[in-house]
């Protein structure tokens, strides 16, 4: 069977009641196939904390009048979707573009549009340089998969700053990229400032006390946009004063679990989401808030969700890839927030050539890396 | 010459006698092809121990009526078979499937219901975590072999544990797994019980006395299933009061070799697949008996037997790949028995795919490897 | 709107005056598409310097007669060219060739009939023998970049010299290259005379006082061409009479920058160039002047201008890749200019193969390394 | 023009006197395109260390009858025969195959017949093991690839003993081979008897005094047939009572210049063929006199020519990979002289496919490891 749900209207953003409640139970519960229009009856386009989801269609396809609704990109919200796909009813596009809006979904063109052909007459100083300080004794791979990435993602030249133990494994892992080592054996304990270098913190550097430290200080005289990431996160919510010295319009990439650390804990995506812009705007910095439909929320409060990507990319290394790509993006020269947008919108989109290869169960983060050049290549080819 | 073999029938299950077993004998000899109906006429279904196999019709082609006969699996008894076909002469499924039976073929299509898709909503949280104890000096490999092969299957996150010689190794050689570092420069002197890691223990851990103090202290305090191969296994088989502080539904993968280095010796596969059936319900756990045509018995007593792979991949790592395999499908929360059945099916459709493209000669255990992605992605795909 | 400029010709060679300026500040100021015949009004074949730009006509198009002007390959220039293709109006070839001329391009054709088929019956001593000394503590990639480009460059045998912090790096990523270990743990301290061995000095040596003192002492007493790259012309800057000691015929393979600091700053492209040119002639030397339009300068002042590549290879590494193939071919018996000049094409032209896989933002230099075996496989095929 | 030279036919062996010699000198000043029929007249089948090759026909194209003369494979003579092809004139198999003949074209369905099907009932154990003394400071990279280069040619289990300083190397690079390491850091200074493994010395360990010490001590007491290369012979060369303690039926593959090290000058190809026939048949060995047609000389003094391989095969390490090669054969249970022979054909033919994809100057050492799975695979293949 199959129940066609158009009666309510996404316009309507009232909570179902009464008779209507008992209806939508029992469409839910009768097994047919459920073909929402719009948006699921009882969901609405945004804030469904307080909604009772229990009472909402369950669609298992929704298809959306000119353009998806938010509360499609939550996981709790996502489950009354069902499958989605948008029907264009010819709405003008520049009415659209006009109208206020405070959530945005990143289109290939708007990336190839920013993605600009070279120059012929350029050289490798056209493109930027980025420091990555990364890695710890046992993981090392990081700092491997972000400089890889940084040198996939067009970034002129690449130094890694590590603890010596680093060394061997990346001179032979990545011989385009520099390596300045440590003073200590084992964990960073000191974070230099390069000066011309894009810096990103963070992949495999542990939570040593002395890592802690050099982050704060470095944190502390730091004036340009850097890129913090994993356990950089992880060490700034132990010191939760080190937030307020994250410089404007940095880019901080936590997943879910890290968000929380830094900002306490969420029971819902989008409760975590609200935080999200709240703090982007109070700190003036770009959050990346990783999971399936990525939210990069901007200082300005605007957020960017990314349809990029697959489950097959939940695998351990996959967002040090990430930070790879965005700091390349920032070195050449992209503001802040376009660089993280393009950077989730490219890593997922070479994720999914990745799995067209090696499938989700087989899917490692050096596939994401191997996959960056023929992503961009794509992406930027005239459609 | 065709000679076809139907007379006896398979449902006989009596030796050949007096002028019967002068007739097998003269087809036998007489260089003609073969032709068995169900089983090669003297042959049993199963326990064929005592059978006098010259006796017995060496059939060069068996059509087996509606499924393979236990018999065909064996070396010894395979030999008679030669190769076999199944004719499917419409036997009613459902009948059987309510047919008792002890010995099962591990089936594309049950493989792939098991693997199910992967929700998008998911982390690599949601995919496990494995640590390995692996490697000493001198053979790192195996370790390598195993935590790649456990990436290339799907796992959320690896950790190696090894020897301090092993660290550089392992790093460059797979950036995405975590290294824990052993006390010990050369050997495993302590087995860290790594909370929320699925263990496995043994790929290149050699016999040093401080490995098998190691493994002693570690079997009495384990609770939650392991995996255990290889040098494992030839620790235990030298301390074999070890073999009581296997936690149950633990997974034991040992050759025939070492099979019978830990419970005495075997004339005969069928034997040694007895001996197995028997110590897998005694110690309540799986046993994987390797070989062409691998043999996994639960601890139930039932037996699932693996007809993917090729000889080529009789070669150095070939197990330490399995071992990575199944590792990380337990991690991922398949019961220890559907995990070790689904690890040998996927090993050997890999091998095969790794055939494909390198051959017999030239396989090597990181072709496996290699080709695990496009394996699962093949046996997850509708057909 | 098309203009079609083709009133001044290139055979005026004065500056556009009165009238004129206005007529071609009013073009470039229309947004029309300008299409200029031979060359745009206004610009000369060579010596722009003292010209004033913005009263050229700015081309969209230029349509050269029978050959591109010299003026085409600098940066300064080129804008006001645009794209450029070539008409042939059939110019007999022989007198185009006894036509004095102090500029080439570079062609595929004249590069294929210098690459000659091997002989069946050589070995590898018919191949060469290179020795790279290169790399530091930090920056081993760039030796392990240009030893393995030489490899793949058809040399016969390859010794990299490098400190000891090498030995890994080196041994593991170039199996089939000898690694000589310095004295000193991090850098260069001597630089031994390999007798059989053609010399290439530089990528990633860093310039460190006693690296620039053995550099000193090899260059008075070296006799044969050697390859002198990067930091070496980084540590001969510091130390200007070494100028002197650099062997006749030697290649120096200088970026702008690099050449800037070895003879004093240049405002524009062609100035630059004139300077290599007085240089070259001076210190009897080839001076491969990189950039887009690489320009091949010979000791008798004669400029080869390569005009494969792309800027995808405007990245780390890229320019240790060309000191690998260089030397590998200067080691095969190739005299110092022709040596510099095919290697340039078939780094482009490698690169160009590269950007069709990977595309320009994907491209790194470990990629031309890899391109290359092909590169030089489709040059040599007969056409 | 062309020139058909049929006139002295082969038979007559002789050389050519008078009126006959200034007519083909003639010939040979004409410019004229040659064509021979059977061979070139003036040049014998064999024997032509005494003949004047001024006075020869020298053909472009020689059109031999039946099968290539034995003189076609050496160097000096095979610049009077050019170009070859055999014409059929349908002699008859058998009597050709009765002849008695002292040398013989290695071909592929020879190879094809002696390389059997792997048996599906076998285990790495029945694909032998072997262990390779290989390795020193700066030369591990020939160990690297003699032992991948074995893991690629069917062999169940590889060990590599080398100094020290290879470990990390090995362990890396050939994660499926074990690794047992010398007391020495540097270089070898003792070779291990492993029990039930073949053996295989030489390549990249160098000639230290205490290597060859080693190497002495081992010989003494070696009974079981080995495979000695590359720096074993030079060893070997300086020690030459060395030379009396190789096993009977070891195989040794020397170049040109280390035969001569071995026995002496020799001024042609052939005359030092003539004294590899003598000096295996004094020794009882196998010698493996590597060049364009290797040619492989049995303890019966029959001579093996292998037709397979490209000079883009000249490059650093190639030798290696053929010594890993052989070992794996002989390791798998084939003859001494059968496993030289087929290891020739194997690494020619790989390095054919090899050059298909990376052409001549493209080719490295591990271009031919990575095509012997394939080589195998296409020879092994019915046609």
């Given at each position: 069977?199959?129940?066609?749900?158009?009666?309510?209207?996404?316009?309507?953003?009232?909570?179902?009641?009464?008779?209507?409640?008992?209806?939508?139970?029992?469409?839910?519960?009768?097994?047919?196939?459920?073909?929402?229009?719009?948006?699921?009856?009882?969901?609405?386009?945004?804030?469904?904390?307080?909604?009772?989801?229990?009472?909402?269609?369950?669609?298992?396809?929704?298809?959306?009048?000119?353009?998806?609704?938010?509360?499609?990109?939550?996981?709790?919200?996502?489950?009354?979707?069902?499958?989605?796909?948008?029907?264009?009813?010819?709405?003008?596009?520049?009415?659209?573009?006009?109208?206020?809006?405070?959530?945005?979904?990143?289109?290939?063109?708007?990336?190839?549009?920013?993605?600009?052909?070279?120059?012929?007459?350029?050289?490798?100083?056209?493109?930027?340089?980025?420091?990555?300080?990364?890695?710890?004794?046992?993981?090392?791979?990081?700092?491997?998969?972000?400089?890889r990435a940084?040198m996939r993602s067009g970034?002129?030249?690449?130094?890694?700053?590590?603890?010596?133990?680093?060394?061997?494994?990346?001179?032979?892992?990545?011989?385009?990229?520099?390596?300045?080592?440590?003073?200590?054996?084992?964990?960073?304990?000191?974070?230099?400032?390069?000066?011309?270098?894009?810096?990103?913190?963070?992949?495999?550097?542990?939570?040593?006390?002395?890592?802690?430290?050099?982050?704060?200080?470095?944190?502390?005289?730091?004036?340009?946009?850097?890129?913090?990431?994993?356990?950089?996160?992880?060490?700034?919510?132990?010191?939760?004063?080190?937030?307020?010295?994250?410089?404007?319009?940095?880019?901080?990439?936590?997943?879910?679990?890290?968000?929380?650390?830094?900002?306490?804990?969420?029971?819902?995506?989008?409760?975590?989401?609200?935080?999200?812009?709240?703090?982007?705007?109070?700190?003036?910095?770009?959050?990346?808030?990783?999971?399936?439909?990525?939210?990069?929320?901007?200082?300005?409060?605007?957020?960017?969700?990314?349809?990029?990507?697959?489950?097959?990319?939940?695998?351990?290394?996959?967002?040090?890839v990430?930070?790879g790509i965005?700091?390349a993006?920032?070195?050449?020269?992209?503001?802040?927030?376009?660089?993280?947008?393009?950077?989730?919108?490219v890593h997922?989109y070479a994720?999914?050539l990745?799995?067209?290869?090696?499938?989700?169960?087989?899917?490692?983060?050096?596939?994401i890396v191997d996959n960056l050049g023929e992503a961009f290549?794509?992406?930027?080819?005239?459609?």
């Amino acid at each position: 069977d199959v129940v066609i749900d158009g009666l309510f209207g996404s316009g309507l953003n009232e909570k179902l009641l009464g008779g209507y409640t008992s209806l939508s139970r029992q469409i839910n519960d009768s097994g047919a196939y459920v073909v929402s229009i719009d948006i699921p009856s009882g969901l609405f386009g945004e804030y469904n904390t307080d909604n009772i989801l229990r009472n909402v269609i369950h669609a298992n396809l929704t298809l959306a009048i000119s353009f998806p609704r938010f509360s499609f990109f939550f996981e709790e919200t996502a489950k009354c979707v069902g499958e989605w796909k948008v029907l264009d009813i010819g709405l003008d596009n520049e009415a659209i573009a006009q109208t206020p809006a405070s959530y945005f979904l990143i289109d290939e063109q708007g990336v190839r549009e920013t993605l600009k052909k070279r120059n012929p007459f350029t050289t490798k100083d056209d493109y930027g340089r980025a420091c990555f300080v990364a890695g710890s004794f046992g993981m090392m791979g990081a700092a491997v998969l972000a400089t890889r990435a940084a040198m996939r993602s067009g970034l002129g030249l690449a130094k890694l700053h590590a603890p010596q133990c680093g060394y061997l494994i990346a001179q032979t892992a990545v011989p385009e990229a520099l390596f300045s080592g440590d003073e200590h054996k084992c964990v960073i304990t000191r974070i230099p400032d390069v000066k011309g270098y894009t810096m990103a913190i963070g992949p495999g550097i542990g939570r040593d006390e002395q890592t802690m430290d050099a982050l704060e200080v470095y944190l502390r005289k730091a004036k340009r946009p850097i890129v913090l990431d994993a356990d950089a996160l992880n060490c700034i919510a132990e010191r939760r004063s080190m937030l307020n010295d994250i410089p404007r319009d940095s880019i901080i990439t936590p997943h879910a679990k890290e968000f929380d650390r830094l900002f306490g804990d969420h029971m819902t995506d989008e409760e975590r989401l609200l935080k999200a812009v709240e703090m982007a705007q109070v700190a003036k910095i770009v959050i990346v808030l990783k999971g399936h439909y990525t939210k990069i929320v901007r200082p300005d409060g605007r957020v960017f969700v990314n349809a990029t990507g697959n489950p097959g990319m939940a695998t351990a290394g996959s967002g040090d890839v990430l930070t790879g790509i965005i700091t390349a993006l920032l070195a050449q020269g992209l503001h802040s927030s376009v660089a993280a947008s393009i950077g989730c919108f490219v890593h997922g989109y070479a994720g999914n050539l990745a799995r067209r290869k090696v499938g989700e169960m087989g899917l490692t983060a050096s596939d994401i890396v191997d996959n960056l050049g023929e992503a961009f290549k794509l992406i930027m080819e005239e459609k």
